[in-house]
Every structure is written in structure tokens, then in C-alpha cells.
């Protein structure tokens, strides 16, 4: 018994004893902590030179010519030349903005090309971060375009938040066939940060934006608008009568939640129901009609009602966006 006890007793030094020899064995393979770490690589950011506050064009900078800009830009310039931008300004230009080139929006080029190739912070790149938004859009809007589509450009959406015209647009070279977008086409320029929506027109029943058949910029003006979401028209309705026509009417039954907004009933970029229904029917009428005189399960097989089979509601009250029939104050066909 007094064996067992002694042998009980020993187990946590023999624990403690072989512990402090495994920690030896480390320190010995590693002298120092340092020196068993990796070298690590120096990062780019490391590396790399910062990149020096923007200050602007100094009083008095001077223009030098599109020639001193190509003599180190070649290769720029001539994907430059090849955009709609860059055949107006070097063939057509019409203001004595324009025929500066490169310096229009640039701005002069004095203080880089007596730097040779320095003073970086005198320029308006147009890359992210180096210069405020606010500066490299006034240069695109002041003088250019603020007039047509981007008349309501201040104080809009975009604007507020802070969204710079580089950011939808390329200028130095050709992406897209029209309106020097930064992406092939509109639908993937707003899908850039409108991730939702992109995924409402995948779903099953859509508007034919990913067939080609129209863009964004249909409905609405990214330049900013007047109305609400940036629509072309004064209202929902009206962006929708450009197309659906049949359904405006005048009617002599109006149907009130027609009137007021189709959004209520359908979700314009992408609904999982047919007809892009935000919900399906009957479920949808008994949003705001009650059950009275109709079964209250819809879809239910047991009820056996024809009021919920097929197209449910829709069944009889075919003509729900509006009726001109005289007896027709219930939308029935």
C-alpha cells in the first residue's frame, strides 16, 4: 500500500521533469526567439514609395501641349484616340477646352514635364484616392457635362454619395460601345454595387435586361433626376407606361392600387412568382381584400374551390388593372 502511495506521489515531478526537458531541447535548436521565426517578406506597401498629397496646379502653371504628353504617353494616347472622347478632342474639338487634349482634364502640365516625369500631385489622375471626388468630378461636369442628362448631376444620389464619374466611366480607352462605360455594358456597371438587383434578374420571371432587350438606364437616369430611385419619368406609373401602354387607361373602373403604384403588386427587377408578382396570387389580392365570400385557404385541395385553382382570383377578375365595361366595378371580364 505504501508503495502505491509513493508511486502516486511521484507521477506530477516525473510530469514537471520531463516538461522543463522539452523546453530545454526547444531553447537549444533556437538560441534566440528571432531567429527560429521565418523572414518575411517585405510588403509592396513597404516597398513602395508614398504616394505624395494632392495640392493641385500651382498659380501660374502653364500649359505645354498634347506633344510633350506623348513624348512619355504614346502608348496612351493611341488607345486614347480610338475612343468617342479622344476623336473629338483631336479631330472635331469645339471649345478651346477641348483642343487642349490631355490638359483639359489633366490639368497644365507645366510644373510634371519641368519636373521630368515628378510633381505627380499638380495632376488630376483620376485614380482612386488621389485626389478628392469632388475635384476629379467638377472637372468631367464643370464646362463638359452639365447640361442634357446630367442636368440634375448636383445634389442627385450618386452625387451625395460620394460615386465619381471614373467609377461608371473609362475615358482612356474603349470598353464598351457607347458611352465610354467602364464595363461592356450598363447592367454590369450597376451591378458594381447594386448586387440585389442583379439578383432579382436572375430570377425566374425577369425584366429582359440580361437578353438585351433594355438596359438600366431605360427606367432610369444615373446622372440624377428630379423623382424618386433617379426614374426618367415623374412617377413608377408613368416608367411603366412606356412600355405597358395598354394598362393606362383611362379606365372606367380604376383598380386603386394600380393607380397609386405598380410596385405594390409586382417587383420590377425580378420576382421568383409569374409576372414578377411580389407574392402569389390569392395571396396577394388578400393583402388588402378580405375573405368575405371566398374561401380562406388558398391552394387548400380539400376546399375544392375554384376560386383558388388556376390563376386563382384572376379566374374572374381578369381586367384587375382597370375595366371600361359598365358592370364591370368588380375588374370580371
Known amino acids: 500500500m505504501k508503495k502505491r502511495d509513493t508511486v502516486v506521489a511521484l507521477l506530477p515531478l516525473l510530469f514537471v521533469a520531463l516538461l522543463v526537458g522539452w523546453a530545454c531541447s526547444r531553447l537549444s535548436s533556437s538560441p534566440s526567439g528571432t531567429e527560429a521565426l521565418p523572414a518575411q517578406a517585405p510588403s509592396a506597401s513597404t516597398t513602395d514609395a508614398p504616394r505624395p498629397q494632392w495640392t493641385g496646379p500651382p498659380p501660374g502653371a502653364k500649359y505645354v501641349g498634347t506633344e510633350s504628353c506623348l513624348m512619355c504617353h504614346a502608348e496612351s494616347g493611341q488607345r486614347f484616340h480610338k475612343t468617342m472622347m479622344g476623336r473629338i478632342m483631336s479631330v472635331n474639338p469645339r471649345t478651346p477646352q477641348e483642343q487642349r487634349v490631355c490638359e483639359s482634364c ?181 393583402q388588402c381584400h378580405i375573405e368575405t365570400r371566398h374561401p380562406t385557404s388558398p391552394y387548400n385541395p380539400r376546399t375544392g374551390a375554384k376560386q383558388v385553382i388556376n390563376r386563382g382570383c384572376i379566374n374572374c377578375h381578369q381586367k384587375i388593372h382597370g375595366s371600361n365595361h359598365p358592370s364591370g366595378f368588380a375588374f370580371t371580364n
Open 106 to 286: 489633366h490639368g497644365p502640365g507645366g510644373p510634371h514635364v519641368a519636373a521630368e516625369g515628378g510633381a505627380i500631385e499638380t495632376l488630376i489622375t483620376f485614380k482612386k484616392g488621389a485626389e478628392p471626388v469632388e475635384v476629379q468630378n467638377a472637372t468631367c461636369v464643370n464646362g463638359c457635362h452639365e447640361k442634357g442628362e446630367h442636368t440634375s448631376w448636383k445634389g442627385s444620389t450618386h452625387e451625395m454619395r460620394g460615386v465619381a464619374c471614373v467609377t461608371c466611366h473609362k475615358v482612356m480607352e474603349s470598353v464598351s460601345t457607347r458611352y465610354n462605360l467602364a464595363k461592356p455594358t450598363a447592367i454590369e456597371v450597376c451591378s458594381q454595387c447594386h448586387q440585389t438587383r442583379r439578383a432579382q434578374l436572375q430570377r425566374s420571371s425577369h425584366m429582359p435586361l440580361r437578353d438585351g432587350k433594355i438596359s438600366c438606364t431605360d427606367c432610369h437616369n444615373p446622372h440624377g433626376t428630379a423623382t424618386q430611385a433617379m426614374l426618367r419619368e415623374d412617377s413608377v406609373n408613368d416608367n411603366c407606361f412606356k412600355c405597358h401602354a395598354e394598362k393606362r387607361g383611362p379606365f372606367l373602373w380604376e383598380h386603386a392600387p394600380v393607380t397609386e403604384s405598380c410596385t405594390n403588386c409586382h417587383e420590377p427587377h425580378g420576382s421568383t412568382n409569374e409576372r414578377l408578382l411580389k407574392v402569389r396570387v390569392p395571396r396577394l389580392c388578400q
